[in-house]
C-alpha cells in the first residue's frame, strides 16, 4: 500500500512538470530527478525528500522549477485535501503559524503559496529539519512528517528558479 501510494505521489509530480526521462541522484538526504520534455528538450529537475517520521502516510517534500521558470515547493501528502491549513517547524524553533496552502485539483498535493516561498525556501536552505503538519479545514484530519533537509544548498545549485538567500 505504501509503495503504491508513493508512486501516485510521484507520478502526480511528475505529471505538473510534464516530462519524461527520469534518472535519480541522491545528494545527502534530497534525491534529484532530471527529464528532458520530449518536445522542447528543456531540462527539468526536481527534487524530493521523504519524511523520516511521521503519520499514517508518508508524505515527500518537494522542489522544482515550474514552466515559466517559478521554484514550486510542496508536499505530496495522499489525502484528498482541499484548501489545506499548513504549519511549518524548522528545526527546534517554534512553529510558524498556520497558513492556508494551495493544493493540486486532486488534493493530494500542498504547495507553498507565493507569499511564503522565499521565506520557506531561505529556511530550507539553513536548517537541518522541517516538520510540517497539514490540516483538512472541513473535518480536521492532519497528516504530518519530519523531513531532513540537510543538503539544501547543494541538491538545489543547478536550479535556476531559486531567489536567492537573504
Given at each position: 500500500m505504501r509503495n503504491v501510494f508513493m508512486f501516485i505521489v510521484y507520478f502526480a509530480i511528475m505529471l505538473i512538470g510534464s516530462a519524461?526521462?527520469?534518472n535519480g541522484?541522491?545528494?545527502?538526504?534530497w534525491t534529484q530527478d532530471t527529464s528532458t520534455d520530449v518536445m522542447t528538450d528543456v531540462v527539468k529537475r526536481m527534487v524530493y525528500v521523504?519524511?523520516?517520521?511521521?503519520?499514517d502516510k508518508e508524505p515527500m517534500l518537494f522542489m522544482k522549477?515550474?514552466?515559466d521558470n517559478s521554484l514550486v515547493?510542496?508536499?505530496g501528502h495522499g489525502s484528498r485535501i482541499k484548501k489545506p491549513n499548513v504549519e511549518?517547524?524548522?528545526n527546534d524553533k517554534s512553529a510558524w503559524s498556520k497558513v492556508q496552502w494551495w493544493?493540486?485539483?486532486?488534493g493530494s498535493l500542498a504547495i507553498v503559496p507565493?507569499?511564503?516561498?522565499?521565506?520557506?525556501?531561505?529556511e530550507l536552505l539553513s536548517n537541518q529539519t522541517v516538520t510540517i503538519r497539514i490540516t483538512d479545514p472541513l473535518d480536521g484530519e492532519t497528516v504530518w512528517g519530519k523531513f531532513c533537509i540537510s543538503g539544501t544548498g547543494m541538491i538545489i545549485s543547478n536550479f535556476t528558479c531559486c531567489p536567492r538567500k537573504k
Open positions: 519524461v526521462a527520469v541522484q541522491e545528494v545527502q538526504c521523504r519524511a523520516s517520521d511521521y503519520s522549477c515550474d514552466s515547493i510542496g508536499v511549518v517547524r524548522f493544493s493540486s485539483p486532486s507565493d507569499a511564503y516561498i522565499e521565506r520557506f525556501f531561505n
